[in-house]
């Protein structure tokens, strides 16, 4: 059974750092494509980051880029290390598997989903 599971979360100070991670189990993910989502409370769930399935390759939305940086230890974990947060960062944060290579930025293309993780940003 594929299963993701988020970790890292939790309350920080704008201007600080966290690092999310994402555990990915059931079956090897060296082939897919791996990305991070958020949904903020009332809004629709985001786009924030993707990365190819070697690692060579990341897009990122607007809104994180320079910011966020996505990296991926080894075929099952990813992570999302975030700096110079925002209060609008706030939001759950959600880890997506893709069963291609290539990497996305729309949810409807990623085939698995963690449960998400809590991200507060205070200012």
């Known amino acids: 059974q594929v299963q993701l599971v988020e970790s890292g979360g939790g309350l920080v100070q704008a201007g600080g750092s966290l690092r999310l991670s994402c555990a990915a189990s059931?079956?090897?993910?060296?082939?897919?494509?791996m990305a991070w989502f958020r949904q903020a409370p009332g809004k629709e769930r985001e786009f924030v980051a993707a990365?190819?399935?070697?690692?060579?390759?990341t897009i990122y939305a607007d809104s994180v880029k320079g910011r966020f940086t996505i990296s991926r230890a080894n075929a099952n974990t990813v992570y999302l290390q975030m700096n110079s947060v925002k209060p609008e960062d706030t939001a759950v944060y959600y880890c997506?598997?893709?069963?291609?290579?290539?990497?996305?930025?729309?949810?409807?293309?990623?085939?698995?989903w963690g449960q998400g993780t809590q991200v507060t940003v205070s200012s």
């Open positions: 997506a598997a893709r069963s291609t290579s290539t990497v996305a930025a729309t949810r409807r293309q990623y085939d698995y």
């Open positions: 059931g079956r090897s993910f060296r082939t897919y494509a």
């Open positions: 990365i190819y399935w070697s690692g060579s390759s």
